[in-house]
């Protein structure tokens, strides 16, 4: 038999701080932790617990007798709902203090480290309407409002396309205006489904694996370039083409118009096949004089303003000279080695993607970058004694891992190349705290810069110069 969940109410909890993922922390009369998911540090409120562990509560506040100061309005109107803006309930100077506390408690806290005086963060000129890059998904079986359950009508609109509601493989949110991406996504998003219904265009069904319409993915670019993928789950050739070309009408400035037959259990398109329906199949970008082409499977930091503030951090923190060969890691489409080429004497990028190196490789012929060379495998693989016997002992190191860190193989050898200088780059300064720990020994941490690349969220981008000590 199934144990029920016994829930607590606590009563007038001060809220003292903002924490991990993004959730607001006061303390139970017991002295445990609370996470709250909806308040903002200052508030005082009921909380209602919603999860119990040995050391901590996580709970919901259910009344607010004290409103902080530091709260403002949020912008968009499914906050509260959509889990993909947490903060927006809270001054955009305040998210930033947090964000910046969050990463100076992590590197204290989980990699023990003595670390300078953090440089103050760089906040984002644009708090909204900044993402290069939004994902919806399609179902035929949305999220239902407590309004529309509460009234008791026979809903006859199901359809939506939006984003998952957090905890919900299976339930979307549909969306009428996201704050994240600049138009015409917007206007895309609204099209498409208007289409899609009054043309009985089926939308996905994740349970029976079943319906038409899957995913939609929408890159713009800062050259004003728009690029638009619809995920089919079937294979219905009128359809799709019906579809497509209406977009193609409606919308004559995008520019790559891609699709892609999905039939897996899962809707990853890494994969995939990508077919192009009109136009090319990839979109460019462009910083300081380079262009990149980004294609659908491409990664290149989500907000593209963002992203050149944080490149130039990582070139003044590496000091180059022109004499320095440099191992840039997890170097993607190669952004971050091309930024700094002209600085260097040598670059070279590996990357784990074989199409992201392709990418890279066409992207350097493109910006006539001749000291560049590229190399695919997976890091804790390729980066060994070998290789490094024959491309040559870097003086510095650049790492850009994704959220999970690097494998305890790399940090192995990268201390083993023993560099003058690592960069380290971050969007999760909880397993870069981890890394650095295994490297405190041989390194000192000289300068720490966090980025917000992430208005609106808990999230934070973070920046980390290592040199070598001197024993």
Same mark, same amino acid.
């Given at each position: 038999?199934?144990?029920?969940? %016994?829930?607590?109410?606590?009563?007038?909890?001060?809220?003292?701080?903002?924490?991990?993922?993004?959730?607001?922390?006061?303390?139970?009369?017991?002295?445990?932790?609370?996470?709250?998911?909806?308040?903002?540090p200052? /508030?005082?409120?009921?909380?209602?617990?919603?999860?119990?562990?040995?050391?901590?509560?996580e709970?919901?506040?259910?009344?607010?007798?004290?409103?902080s /100061?530091?709260?403002?309005?949020?912008?968009?109107?499914?906050?509260g709902?959509?889990?993909?803006?947490?903060w927006?309930?809270?001054?955009y100077?305040?998210?930033?203090?947090?964000?910046?506390?969050?990463?100076?408690?992590?590197l204290?806290?989980?990699?023990?480290l003595?670390?300078?005086?953090?440089? =103050?963060?760089?906040?984002?000129?644009?708090?909204?309407?900044?993402?290069?890059?939004?994902?919806f998904?399609?179902?035929?079986?949305?999220?239902?409002? !407590?309004?529309?359950?509460?009234?008791?009508s026979?809903?006859?609109?199901?359809n @939506?396309?939006?984003?998952?509601?957090?905890?919900?493989?299976?339930k979307?949110?549909?969306?009428?205006?996201?704050h994240?991406?600049s /138009?015409?996504?917007?206007?895309?998003?609204?099209?498409?489904?208007?289409?899609?219904q009054s043309?009985?265009?089926s939308?996905?069904? =994740?349970?029976?694996?079943?319906?038409?319409?899957?995913?939609?993915?929408i890159?713009t670019?800062?050259?004003?370039?728009? &690029?638009?993928?619809?995920q089919?789950?079937?294979?219905?050739?009128?359809?799709?083409?019906?579809?497509?070309?209406?977009?193609?009408?409606?919308? =004559?400035?995008?520019?790559?118009?891609?699709?892609?037959?999905?039939?897996?259990?899962?809707?990853?398109?890494?994969?995939?096949?990508?077919?192009c329906h009109?136009g090319?199949?990839?979109?460019?970008e462009? &910083?300081?004089?380079?262009?990149?082409?980004?294609?659908?499977?491409?990664?290149?930091?989500?907000?593209?303003?963002?992203?050149?503030?944080?490149?130039?951090?990582?070139?003044?923190?590496?000091?180059?000279?022109k004499?320095?060969?440099?191992?840039?890691l997890y170097?993607?489409?190669?952004?971050?080695?091309?930024?700094?080429?002209?600085?260097a004497s040598?670059v070279i990028?590996?990357?784990?993607? =074989?199409?992201?190196?392709? @990418?890279?490789? %066409?992207?350097?012929?493109?910006?006539?970058i001749?000291?560049?060379?590229?190399?695919?495998?997976?890091m804790?693989?390729i980066l060994?004694?070998?290789?490094?016997?024959?491309?040559?002992?870097? /003086?510095?190191?650049?790492?850009?891992?994704?959220?999970?860190?690097?494998?305890?193989?790399?940090?192995?050898?990268i201390?083993?190349? @023993?560099?003058?200088?690592?960069?380290?780059?971050s969007?999760?300064?909880?397993?870069? @705290?981890?890394d650095l720990?295994?490297?405190k020994?041989?390194?000192q941490?000289?300068?720490?810069?966090?980025v917000?690349?992430?208005? !609106?969220?808990?999230?934070?981008?973070?920046?980390?110069?290592?040199?070598?000590?001197?024993h």
């Open positions: 038999m199934r144990k029920s969940r %016994t829930r607590q109410i606590f009563e007038n909890v001060a809220v003292i701080d903002a924490g991990a993922k993004g959730k607001a922390i006061g303390k139970a009369p017991d002295g445990r932790v609370i996470f709250i998911s909806n308040a903002v200052g /508030d005082v409120v009921d909380v209602c617990t919603t999860k119990k562990r040995k050391a901590y509560f709970g919901v506040a259910t009344t607010f007798h004290t409103l /100061d530091k709260r403002t309005k949020p912008e968009c109107e499914h906050f709902t959509c889990g993909g803006c947490k927006q309930h809270m001054g100077e305040h998210q930033l203090f947090y964000k910046q506390k969050e990463v100076e408690n992590n204290r806290r989980i990699g023990h003595e670390i300078p005086e953090i440089t =103050p963060i760089i906040g984002s000129d644009q708090k909204y309407f900044y993402r290069n890059k939004m994902e998904s399609f179902s035929d079986s949305r999220w239902l409002t !407590q309004e529309e359950i509460n009234s008791k026979e809903i006859t609109d199901k @939506a396309i939006g984003f998952h509601i957090p905890g919900m493989w299976d979307i949110l549909d969306i009428k205006k996201c994240l991406q /138009d015409p996504s917007n206007d895309i998003r609204l099209e498409i489904k208007k289409y899609a043309n009985e265009l939308f996905f069904n =994740p349970r029976n694996q079943k319906g038409l319409l899957r995913t939609l993915m890159r670019s800062s050259t004003k370039e728009i &690029m638009v993928l619809i089919f789950y079937d294979d219905d050739e009128n359809k799709r083409s019906g579809l497509l070309n209406h977009l193609k009408t409606k919308f =004559p400035q995008i520019n790559s118009l891609l699709y892609v037959i999905n039939r897996k259990g899962n809707d990853t398109i890494y994969d995939q096949e990508i077919n009109y090319k199949e990839f979109i460019y462009q &910083m300081e004089g380079l262009k990149f082409k980004i294609t659908a499977k491409s990664f290149y930091q989500t907000n593209s303003l963002q992203a050149y503030e944080l490149y130039k951090v990582v070139r003044k923190f590496a000091g180059l000279n004499t320095e060969l440099v191992y840039d170097t993607g489409i190669g952004t971050i080695a091309q930024f700094i080429a002209a600085e040598k990028g590996i990357e784990a993607i =074989p199409e992201a190196i392709l @990418a890279a490789e %066409t992207n350097a012929q493109e910006n006539n001749n000291n560049v060379t590229f190399f695919s495998g997976d804790k693989n060994n004694d070998e290789f490094v016997a024959v491309n040559g002992r870097p /003086d510095i190191i650049i790492t850009d891992p994704p959220r999970d860190g690097m494998h305890k193989d790399v940090v192995r050898q201390l083993e190349i @023993a560099p003058e200088k690592i960069v380290y780059v969007c999760n300064s909880a397993t870069q @705290a981890r720990e295994l490297m020994e041989a390194y941490i000289k300068k720490i810069q966090p917000d690349m992430f208005p !609106q969220t808990h999230h934070v981008e973070n920046v980390v110069l290592l040199e070598k000590r001197i």
